[in-house]
């Protein structure tokens, strides 16, 4: 690719059915100097790859608002695609940070002041007010796109239709003589800015769009007697499309509803003022205050106080968690019970909720390899119906002495059930859901390719730290060998104050967790590789490894055999020295996560194979695994992982790698899907193809049973689509039904379609026993 590449991302407002994405997609990939064209319907966005030209981007604008859409140009880095190649992988690079504001103004009146939108939200609203002067153009024009229906351009024209149909009736009842002209001007209402969009997208490449399927339709039934029904059919159309929009309009709203959890205002403490400020200007570094009761308003982390946080909204997880200092928060989590004071990490474009819309949306604009045959499919199955309908209305007259009215009008019914939009919507349509109902519950894939993938997994390759198990040490064990063992874990406490090593970190928690009062210590001194000693209430203690004690004391038989049966479960020991003898033992181990073991059985249960590799030694490995029942690869470099994970695949499964992406990127990129796995905004999303927000082993297999539903989903539309066309094409050709039930198999089938996938956006989920 050439240096001077450029990718330019634009908000299309009124586009909320496949066959709109495919037109704007022809006619933008027909200019001279475009790469590369990709459509979301849902996140209403379109991202152009294009030559560094600058007449370029005024001539994508005026193609697509000559199909009768409103195009307005989001702030884009217009990076050099060698850059945007690498980062649109992820939630970097002009590929995201405004998807938002697509589509706050496309779903019913949310107000969304968030961060990274907020400047585009203005916009937005201002030209929806311009738009509306243009957009009796909108044949299609499908959408409430902020606002109550019948406010919407698309939602005006279909109720001066109705209204012009039903004086049309009125007026024909006093003159009959004239009715024929008056409802062909009553149709006209309807179809006049139809057919100017059918002309402007015959011009831009689709020559056989539904709207020219729908203007040719209505002129022959004008043409042949029948204005009456052509009327209705237009009247019928609009109604459909209109249904279409509300439609999509629910499922934009599902993701986009998470930006609402970010309150708007927060308040700031600066040289001991505390003072209200707006959520989205939020510094990172600055200390905010949370009263008990308030969402959180920005990702942070807590300086002092410690209260329960209600994850729910964010995480769907049920129970809220006690936090205290040096605890990570997220925006839109709710406090409970105490003040907080919070430091803020990330900006409000950064924060984990923004992160996750990003990547939805993104996820969007990339196609499944289903879509794209379904893509292909109705590219020539929409000829095909128009060369049947020409068919239906010609032989039979010409050769088989049927009448020319008669057959005529069938071939026109025929062209109404020809329009694709049902079959084109039936797989985005599903995939937007999932992605939408799996973000909300903390599982996030990059876009339909890797939701149809991870259905197919058949083995499940983990990481160990921070993946299977919770990534920090933790006590498991005290032993008082010449006091109590609260007496040990006192003077442990006492003599690692203030040191960060996790050993100490996770002696210290364990002392807080027990409630114990830690006495200040003496002449603290670390010696290093071997431990810490000081004096504390008078004793001269020391607390370091099994190595460095026996340099300075015999260890019993019986207290070696205890420190090897210990060291044997995988476990670090240190041992405590008071007065020069023994005084006990404290074991630590990086335990499994509480729903390892339960996630880990769900995905066995499912036949699906787990395995886990570790750069750990083999030892402590394989304490882990025997507790949790799982295949051991031990003592791994990264390039050690990826290997292993390349035989699985030899082996002929797919395989599904979760770990932190960060020292098993590579075996994360070998997998047939690389899962992500850790808190909230740590988690390297760049690596992975999905991640699991949350560290839950047991969301692995909601992946997997999210694809399955979305598979099955997908398959449904499919078959509601082709299947009433089938029944409608044969009636149609019997004589049963005619021109107006013709245009429900289309627009009702898109209804149907939509309104099964939006079942996704409920999904259930699989409650994992921890």
């Known amino acids: 690719m ?30 001279q100097g475009v790469e590369d064209v990709s459509v979301s319907v849902t996140a209403g966005t379109m991202t152009v790859k294009h030559q560094g030209d600058e007449a370029l981007a005024p001539a994508i604008a005026k193609r697509v608002t000559g199909l009768g859409y409103k195009v307005i140009p989001l702030p884009s880095n217009n990076t050099q695609v060698a850059k945007a190649e690498v980062d649109n992988h992820a939630c970097g690079c002009g590929h995201d940070h405004h998807d938002h504001s697509s589509h706050d103004h496309d779903h019913e009146g949310h107000d969304h002041s968030h961060g990274h939108d907020h400047d585009h939200d203005h916009a937005g609203h201002s030209h929806k007010a311009e738009g509306e002067a243009v957009a009796g153009l909108h044949g299609h024009d499908h959408g409430p796109t902020s606002g109550p229906w019948w406010k919407s351009a698309k939602g005006r024209l279909t109720i001066a239709s109705g209204v012009a149909v039903a004086a049309a009736w009125a007026i ?41 399927l729908m203007t040719i339709a209505a002129i022959g ?21 209109l249904l279409e929009g509300v439609a999509a309009s629910k499922a934009r709203a599902s993701i986009q509803s998470l ?94 909720i923004a992160r996750v819309v990003k990547l939805v949306e993104e996820a969007q604009e990339s196609k499944a390899p289903t879509e794209r045959f379904i893509d292909r499919f109705s590219r020539y199955y929409t000829p095909g ?13 010409l050769f088989l002495g049927g009448s020319w009215g008669e057959w005529v009008y069938k071939g026109l019914a025929i062209l109404l059930i020809g329009c694709p939009c049902a079959l084109v919507i039936s797989t985005p349509a599903a995939i937007a859901a999932s992605l939408s109902s799996g973000a909300r519950r903390g599982l996030l894939l990059k876009g339909g390719a890797v939701l149809e ?27 008082g060998l010449g006091m109590s063992e609260t007496e040990v874990l006192r003077l442990a406490a006492a003599l690692e104050t203030g040191s960060s090593h996790p ?37 001269d203690v020391f607390l370091g490894s099994p190595q460095a004690v026996a340099d300075k004391v015999s260890l019993a038989p019986e207290q070696a055999a205890r420190i090897a049966a210990l060291n044997d479960e995988g ?92 020292n098993d990127a590579p075996a994360l990129a070998a997998a047939d899907v690389g899962i992500a796995m850790g808190g909230g905004t740590d988690v390297a999303l760049e690596t992975a193809d999905a991640a699991v927000l949350h560290g839950r082993v047991g969301d692995v297999i909601e992946m997997i049973d999210l694809s399955k539903r979305t598979m099955s989903n997908i398959g449904q539309n499919i078959t509601i689509a082709l299947g009433l066309k089938g029944v409608f094409l044969v009636t149609t050709i019997i004589g049963i039904t005619g021109l107006w039930p013709a245009i429900l198999a289309d627009t009702g089938a898109t209804v149907l379609v939509t309104m099964n996938a939006l079942r996704l956006l409920g999904g259930k989920r699989r409650r994992v026993a921890a």
């Open 2 to 31: 050439t240096s001077t590449t450029q990718q330019s991302r634009y908000r299309v407002e009124g586009m909320d059915c496949a066959s709109c994405a495919s037109k704007i997609d022809t006619a933008v990939r027909r200019l």
């Open 571 to 662: 476990k670090t020991v240190s041992v405590l020295l008071a007065k020069g003898s023994v005084a006990g033992l404290l074991a630590m181990r990086d335990e499994p996560r509480a729903d390892t073991a339960a996630g880990l059985k769900a995905l066995t249960d499912a036949g699906i194979k787990t395995i886990m590799l570790t750069g750990d030694n083999k030892r402590t490995a394989q304490a882990i695994g025997k507790t949790l029942g799982i295949e051991v690869r031990a003592e791994l470099l990264p390039e050690d992982k990826q290997r292993i994970v390349g035989e699985l695949k030899r082996q002929g499964l797919r395989v599904a790698k979760v770990g932190d992406g960060i």
């Open 453 to 479: 993938n991870i259905g197919k997994v058949t083995a499940v390759a983990f990481d160990k730290t921070g993946t299977l198990t919770e990534g920090k040490p933790k006590v498991t064990d005290l032993v």
């Open 385 to 397: 119906v128009v060369v049947v309908g020409a068919l239906v209305a010609i032989v039979p007259p």
């Open 221 to 241: 039934a004008v043409i042949i007697g029948a204005s009456e029904e052509a009327a209705a059919v237009v009247f019928l159309f609009l109604i459909g499309e």
């Open 259 to 352: 930006t609402d959890l970010v309150p708007k205002t927060a308040l700031v403490e600066e040289n001991g003022k505390i003072s209200e400020v707006q959520a989205e200007d939020l510094p990172v570094g600055a200390i905010i205050l949370v009263r008990p009761g308030d969402r959180i308003s920005a990702d942070g982390v807590i300086v002092s106080g410690e209260s329960s946080i209600d994850e729910a909204p964010v995480t769907g997880e049920s129970t809220p968690v006690r936090k205290g200092a040096d605890a990570a928060v997220f925006a839109g989590t709710v406090n409970g019970d105490a003040v907080l004071r919070v430091r803020v990490t990330a900006a409000a474009t950064d924060n984990t």
């Open 172 to 212: 024909g009842k006093m003159v009959p003589e004239l009715d024929a002209w008056i409802f062909t001007a009553a149709m006209l209402v309807g179809l006049i800015p139809i057919a100017r969009r059918a002309f402007m997208a015959a011009l831009a490449g689709t020559p056989f769009s539904i709207e020219m």
């Open 503 to 539: 050993l100490a970190q996770a002696i210290l928690g364990r002392a807080s967790a027990d409630g114990i009062d830690v006495p200040s210590t003496f002449d603290a001194k670390a010696i290093g590789g071997k431990g810490v000693s000081g004096t504390v209430d008078g004793l």
